[in-house]
């Protein structure tokens, strides 16, 4: 299983990022797939996920601002992310849910001024 997260950096708050992530190894196309994060001291948690048939559920403190997608042909799933706060500043990984403990190496995404 490979899992290849892209799209972090530096960004003002309120503003907006596109993740990527690419993936391999397994059934994507019939997989549940999520974007989790991990902030500094805090443990990784499920922000958004999304089925193979593309309907999508999210974290109540991300619903309204972030856009989970996928393209079953090219096994990919992005993250849109809007209207930024600093409490969104984490390691963004993508894997499966549940993730049977396979772990890209994630994309830093720093919200601050």
């Known amino acids: 299983v490979q899992l290849q997260a892209s799209g972090g950096g530096l960004v003002q708050p309120g503003g907006s990022l596109r993740l990527s992530c690419a993936a391999s190894?397994?059934?994507?196309?019939?997989?549940?797939m999520g974007w989790y994060r991990q902030a500094p001291g805090k443990q990784r948690e499920l922000v958004a996920q999304i089925t193979s048939g593309g309907l999508a559920v999210y974290a109540d403190s991300v619903s309204g601002r972030f856009t989970i997608s996928r393209d079953n042909t090219k096994n990919t799933v992005t993250l849109q992310m809007n209207s930024l706060k600093p409490e969104d500043t984490a390691v963004y990984y993508c894997s499966r849910v549940p993730p049977y403990n396979s772990w890209g190496q994630g994309t830093l995404v720093t919200v601050s001024s």
């Open positions: 190894g397994f059934g994507f196309s019939v997989s549940l």
